[in-house]
């Protein structure tokens, strides 16, 4: 398996995350909205992703530059399916 069969692998499993979490109402929008421009994703601070999303990344292994990364993967998929 390559690393981008794994990133999608990964990021459809944080995906499924959030569809299935309590709060998938409050999240997904924040999702579609992404953080501002200025500080983008590493430094995204909305306390909804820091206390229930983040540490998901961190658990499959993704910090840093890597994080970002992935949760702008994750926002390609939200909003996919989700903004009209």
Excluded: C
């Amino acid at each position: 398996m390559s690393i981008a069969d794994q990133w999608d692998i990964d990021a459809t499993r944080i995906y499924h995350y959030i569809l299935h979490h309590p709060q998938k109402n409050t999240i997904v929008p924040l999702y579609i909205k992404g953080p501002n421009r200025r500080d983008g994703f590493l430094y995204w601070n909305e306390p909804i992703i820091e206390h229930e999303v983040k540490d998901v990344l961190h658990n499959l292994g993704y910090d840093g530059a890597a994080y970002a990364l992935m949760q702008k993967k994750v926002q390609a998929i939200v909003r996919k399916y989700h903004q009209l």
